[in-house]
């Protein structure tokens, strides 16, 4: 089922969607060369609780930490630990922040360093895919739409959409319904109403689609081909005349 918003749960979605956009502030001070992981993850967690939120992906279906770092060709669920950040890297870094029973969640991808102009374009396009993913959001277009615009946009561009993740509905629960793909036709799907919430992620890469689970643990998802993925997301409110970022500015 989709649920509508009220007036009052959107105020606290705000609170956390700020709260998670300040949180994200905080750890791109740090995310350096030399850093590593398991120190972003205590930077977050640390600024999360001080601001009386909680950083919910901590122990969710038994995740151990409280936010994801994927590095290279890693596209999501990377698990902090004792890894450092190198020159030449690209991490991205996604996580929730409840309040108060309701989520957001958002995700960036960084560039350490240098880098080729493949990647940095690969980044700079991940982004850009988000943006148009994001201008078509506004009461009565349906999902599809946003689907098959970040999906043209990225194969533009001569990047694959990872097609097994996809974005979701979102608030007292991290996952709900609707499913909002990064790829699919125009016109299909549920139409949007004012009042959903919507967490928009496109994830794409240098070379193939297809993506595993990596041999160490049940959680880190990597490019089958071990080419480069970049991922960023934003929690959004849909509105009459479009939508507000509930994870930025």
Wanted: contains cysteine; hydrophobic residues 35%; glycine residues 10%.
């Amino acid at each position: 089922m989709i649920s509508i918003k009220s007036e009052r749960e959107i105020e606290l979605m705000r609170y956390a969607g700020h709260i998670n956009y300040l949180a994200h502030e905080e750890l791109k001070k740090h995310i350096k060369p030399g850093t590593t992981t398991e120190q972003l993850d205590k930077i977050a967690y640390d600024f999360i609780i001080k601001h009386e939120c909680v950083p919910s992906c901590l122990g969710y279906e038994g995740f151990p930490k409280s936010i994801c770092v994927s590095i290279n060709d890693e596209v999501v669920h990377g698990i902090p630990g004792k890894r450092k950040i190198k020159n030449g890297d690209i991490v991205s870094i996604d996580f929730c922040v409840r309040y108060k029973g309701y989520e957001s969640d958002s995700a960036r991808t960084y560039i350490i360093g240098n880098v080729n102009p493949e990647v940095e374009a690969l980044v700079e396009n991940t982004k850009k895919a988000l943006q148009i993913g994001l201008s078509k959001v506004k009461s009565g277009v349906k999902i599809g739409d946003i689907s098959h615009a970040i999906e043209e946009f990225a194969h533009k561009k001569g990047l694959s959409v990872v097609e097994d993740l996809v974005g979701h509905g979102i608030g007292t629960n991290m996952h709900e319904e609707p499913d909002v793909p990064n790829f699919g036709k125009e016109g299909t799907g549920i139409v949007l109403k004012p009042g959903m919430t919507l967490s928009i992620e496109p994830m794409l890469t240098l070379g193939r689609k297809e993506v595993c689970l990596t041999d160490q643990d049940d959680w880190v998802i990597v490019t089958e081909d071990e080419s480069l993925a970049a991922h960023f997301e934003h929690t959004v409110l849909v509105t009459e005349e479009g939508y507000e970022i509930l994870t930025g500015e």
